[in-house]
């Protein structure tokens, strides 16, 4: 009896094992590649929340140094008021030391009169205060006018322009005297022969004062009187015992500095 060898037919559609093989080493390279890439996906949503972590950090920050900013604009705002307060009362007290003083305009001093105290007193009692004092007691405001060395303390020259007649201070004995001479300059203190020029009205129906006579200021304060009396909006300027008063144009209203300290717009407002 002869063997049958039997033969088995492998079709041509039906994958061989290496294709196989090369099917799943090509899956498993697309398996690594997806994996790496769901690693980098993993570490971007890491750095991603670690990011947001950071940034809400960072606000929350932001938010604390804003309200530690605002604490310390607090206290330097408060700094800043205490000190233009401090700044205040110590030009009042200044101010009020002057009180007794005053200063004097167009006086003709010679070298030799400025070199003698007792001269320079007699010179500027004669010519600017005595006509004023005259008319107090006219006035019925002084029994007595009383003599030089009893309304001057002292008198002196201050710096000046060259070629023109240098300021003079002086100190007074009485604050009463003293005040009856600002009362009274108005009325009675020397003036010029008007000139119909510039001045104001007063200036061109009585004529300019010979000798203007002044409160003695502090620096700050005749600073603040220069610029009021230089703006446009200001009528006319002046102080009495070291308080600034204005008028505005087109009214009738007295108007006085309650603090020297602010802002020149916030005075005129």
């Not at 009396?229 to 006319?236: G, I, K, L, M």
Request: net charge positive; with cysteine.
């Amino acid at each position: 009896m002869s063997k049958t060898r039997k033969t088995t037919n492998i079709s041509e559609d039906e994958p061989s094992l290496s294709d196989i093989v090369r099917l799943l080493k090509a899956q498993g390279e697309q398996l690594t590649t997806l994996n790496t890439q769901m690693c980098k996906v993993d570490k971007i949503e890491s750095e991603v929340k670690d990011l947001k972590t950071l940034m809400i950090s960072l606000k929350e920050e932001n938010k604390e140094l804003r309200e530690q900013v605002k604490a310390k604009d607090k206290v330097i705002e408060d700094m800043a008021k205490a000190v233009s307060g401090l700044e205040d009362k110590l030009n009042s007290v200044e101010q009020h030391h002057r009180g007794w003083g005053a200063r004097v305009l167009n006086l003709p001093v010679s070298d030799a009169e400025a070199a003698n105290p007792t001269a320079m007193i007699e010179k500027v009692y004669d010519l600017a205060l005595r006509p004023i004092l005259e008319g107090a007691a006219r006035a019925g405001r002084l029994e007595a006018i009383p003599p030089a060395n009893q309304v001057l303390e002292v008198a002196h020259i201050l710096p000046g322009k060259p070629g023109q007649p240098r300021p003079i201070i002086m100190r007074f004995y009485s604050r009463n005297i003293r005040s009856l001479c600002f009362q009274f300059k108005r009325d009675f203190a020397p003036r010029e022969l008007p000139t119909g020029r510039g001045g104001g009205p007063e200036a061109v129906n009585r004529g300019r004062f010979t000798y203007p006579l002044y409160d003695d200021l502090t620096k700050p304060t005749l600073n603040k009187m220069r610029a009021i009396s230089q703006d446009e909006r200001v009528q006319a300027c002046w102080t009495v015992n070291g308080k600034i008063h204005f008028k505005l144009k087109e009214s009738d209203t007295v108007r006085k500095v309650v603090s020297i300290q602010d802002p020149l717009d916030l005075i005129l407002k």
